[in-house]
């Protein structure tokens, strides 16, 4: 299993950008994952990497954040980054890093696109984000 730390996490005012970063023990074979977690709510997917050495990763980003949220890596660094722009109050939550094997890129497609907390094994202990209006 791959050890997973969060940071970057931050108070910003509405409309303000952040870059949380997730560094892990190691990227190959992985399909990565962003979820976050707001009080009184049920985890929600938020974006996905599967960073397997093509030019091009495939992602996939959930509609409430397409457009303000970027998902990217460094393999060199074994290091996953969410760039998150225009944030509104409503993206206030803690943001966690996940992670599943993956094998095979149909499959790693199939895990990213369903943005589901049971495919994910490990998880780091997260990140606070806290937008204010």
């Known amino acids: 299993q791959v050890q997973l730390v969060e940071s970057g996490g931050d108070s910003v005012r509405d409309g303000g950008s952040l870059r949380l970063s997730c560094a892990a023990s190691?990227?190959?074979?992985?399909?990565m994952g962003w979820f976050r977690q707001a009080p009184g709510k049920e985890r929600e997917g938020v974006a996905f990497?599967?960073?397997?050495?093509?030019?091009?990763?495939?992602?996939y980003v959930a509609d409430s954040v397409k457009g303000r949220f970027t998902i990217s890596h460094d393999n060199a660094k074994n290091t996953v980054y969410l760039q998150m722009n225009s944030l509104k109050p409503e993206d206030t939550a803690m943001y966690y890093c996940?992670?599943?094997?993956?094998?095979?890129?149909?499959?790693?497609?199939?895990?990213?696109?369903?943005?589901?907390?049971?495919?994910?094994?490990?998880w780091g202990p997260g990140t606070q984000v806290t937008v204010s209006s």
């Open positions: 190691g990227l190959s074979y992985r399909c």
């Open positions: 990497i599967y960073p397997d050495g093509r030019p091009t990763a495939p992602t």
């Open positions: 996940a992670e599943t094997s993956c094998m095979a890129y149909h499959q790693a497609v199939e895990i990213l696109k369903a943005m589901a907390p049971g495919h994910y094994r490990g």
